[in-house]
């Protein structure tokens, strides 16, 4: 039966060389992008169609900061597909990201400098916004809309006799020290990036937890630091240039979800002679108590 992967933000970024690379692995897949922008949509599945005429690639448009444009999209979801293997839960924001100098410089003179860079713990404030729900603008597009998502898709990826995949875009930069249960949407702090980051790695435990027995399996991963749209305009280009690695995301599509630990986090590394690897993480929601 040929499989079915739908992967939301896959107009750019991260989620357009995943999709990419999905393919370039098995061209029999069917993937579905799920994109706010239509127009952007099908270019890139035009794209992706001409570098792979025998696939299979479709549409679906759903922005995930509006919580019925979620609901029409798993309605469509549901019409079309009898179920849905793996979905990579991309689509994210983090708006108008400030470098803070302070912490830059201070940091570069410590101990903790190498942590400092390959986190960026501490280095960068946004301003968040609310949207039309209500709900503050980074929690629901990168938390909230896809957790609805996934709720109205149930019946397409709850199967014990065949497992399906969640794989969310998580970060390095997701802090427990930014994350509080009595703020969960982060409304009154400056970084809510890698407070939504952190609810993902705590909603992805919890998705297991309640998931697994029906055969519905859930993993975080971080991608390493690139030069995508959301964040080529936080360092100077020559800057991204030597701190640019080769993303590894597919990694995780060939592994059994059933073997994976719900407790790790898996990141994309490379070496300093540019060799790409995959190593994992006990992830900190180890330490925070889940009700």
Known sequence: MQKVVLVTGASSGVGLALCKRLLEEDEELHVCLA??????????????????????????????????????????????????????????????????????????????????????????????????????????????????????????LCHSDSPSQLIWTSSRNARKSNFHLEDIQHSSGQEPYSSSKYAIDLLSVALNRNFNPRGLYSSVVCPGTMVTNMTCGILPPFVWTLLMPIIWLVWLFHQQPESLNPLTKYLSATTGFGSNYVTTQKDVVLYHRLP
């Open 35 to 156: 994109c706010r922008n239509v127009g952007k949509a099908e270019a890139v599945r035009a794209a992706l169609l001409a570098s792979h005429p025998t696939a299979e690639v479709s549409v679906v448009q759903v922005d995930v900061s509006n919580v019925q444009s979620v609901i029409r999209a798993a309605r469509e979801l549901k019409q079309r597909f009898q179920r849905l293997d793996y979905v990579y839960l991309n689509a994210g924001i983090m708006p108008n990201p400030q470098l803070n100098f302070r912490a830059l410089f201070s940091g570069l003179f410590s101990r903790k400098v190498i942590h400092m860079f390959s986190t960026a713990e501490g280095l960068l404030t946004q301003e968040d916004k609310v949207t039309a729900d209500g709900l503050q603008e980074v929690f629901e597009t990168n938390v909230f809309g896809h957790f609805i998502l996934i709720r109205e898709l149930e019946p397409l």
